[in-house]
């Protein structure tokens, strides 16, 4: 793999990598519980290769694979399996993402993080199961106009992940530095402060959180498990 980004467990605990390289094929890449690499699930066709740059990756509870697509042509592809393979089943968002970072299916819908940066906002957007937009929640601010040690901007896109036993959302916001719990409709049901600069979240069976930490954390290049007992 050139530029690693996404990965997600499938339903038969092997695992999937998006991999996005600035120049190249973007593809999706099958490896076993042990980290062996068994094949390519998916390539995009050579025409889109300038378009879409893959980043984070999900599956939901039938096994499709959904990845967020950046670039100049946003939008979420949704991989179903045919065979040994994935094929493209659906496509959405191109008209109302600005820059998905994550999709999540649950109950008919699709959540997706996204990201305006012309109006400096993250927010939550809606999308039923044929694609179409319904709503967005979960609004705050994208960046505070702050750079890295490199000179890049440093932005703030909500992270989110699926909490089963409760059917809810975990929102993490970078700014207030906060994880907020959001029932499918939006409302927030709770909140706590916790770890700066996540790059990721995901929540085990055991309800911890693990989050990744960027170079902004100050527990930068780490991995945290965090106990979590909202309800």
Known sequence: ????????????????VSDGPLDGPQSLQLFDISGK??????EVDEEDDEDISFSSVTVDPTGRILVACSGL??????????????????????DDLESP??????DGQFF???????????????FDSDGAFVSSFDEDKFSLGQRDNMGIDIAYPIRMTFDPSN?????????????RV?????????????????????????????ATCGEDSILSRSVQLLNFNGN
């Open 1 to 16: 793999m050139e530029s690693p980004d996404g990965v997600a467990f499938l339903p038969d605990n092997s695992i999937v």
């Open 101 to 106: 970072e994550k999709a999540i299916y649950y």
């Open 73 to 94: 042509r946003p939008c979420i592809q949704v991989y179903v399996k045919d065979g040994d393979e994935y094929d493209i089943e659906m496509e959405f968002g191109e």
């Open 167 to 179: 059917n809810s959302l975990l929102a993490y916001h970078g700014i207030p530095r906060e994880l």
């Open 182 to 210: 959001l029932d499918t409709d939006g409302k927030q049901v709770f909140s706590m402060k916790t770890v700066s600069g996540a790059r990721d979240i995901a929540l085990s069976s055991d309800r911890k959180i693990i």
């Open 112 to 126: 997706v993080s996204d990201c305006n940066s012309k109006n400096n906002l993250t927010m939550i957007k809606v």
């Open 37 to 42: 690499y068994i094949r390519c699930l998916a």
